[in-house]
């Protein structure tokens, strides 16, 4: 009997977990701006934001910040230490990757994958616990293919 009770109250705390899990990721759903601009192209001569991309599981744990730049008309993204000029399809895939960070949703996952974005003074943060989006692995995917 004790033993049927403990399984019946891990049982409870996960659905518990789930439900805040959902909850999170729904609140980052519901900040979506249909005017929203996209960081890259607010991006004046000389400035640079970032794209920080933590990730937290069961079994792992990791950190990475991606710096664009814009220098004249060009623009750069670094990543650790390389350094990459982008392209039109760089261009569009951080535009792509923002828009789908505002859509994404979370929960029923033990990862919390958490983005900030920064610009200067402007910040956005989003949480995506969906285990599903894996957003920010295939923006790096697409920028530098040869990490």
């Known amino acids: 009997m004790k033993q049927k009770i403990g399984i019946l109250i891990t049982l409870l705390f996960l659905i ?3 439900g805040l899990a959902q909850t999170n990721g729904s609140t980052t759903a519901q900040k979506k701006d249909p005017t929203h601009i996209p ?4 991006l004046q001569h000389g400035k640079q934001f970032t794209i920080a991309i933590s990730s937290n599981g069961s079994f792992h744990q990791s950190r990475e ?7 004249k008309s060009e623009y750069f993204a670094i ?23 505002q859509s994404a949703k979370g929960g029923g996952c033990t990862t919390l994958d ?20 894996n957003g920010g692995r295939k923006l790096k995917d697409h920028l530098f293919p040869e990490l």
């Open 65 to 71: 910040v991606m710096t664009i730049s814009m220098n």
């Open 16 to 18: 518990w977990h789930s």
């Open 114 to 133: 958490q983005y900030t974005l920064t610009y200067g003074n402007l910040v956005a943060k989003h949480t995506d616990g969906s285990c599903a989006w």
């Open 39 to 42: 960081m890259v192209d607010q």
């Open 79 to 101: 990543l650790g230490d390389t350094k990459k000029k982008l392209n039109q399809e760089h261009i569009k895939a951080l535009r792509r990757f923002e828009k789908e960070l």
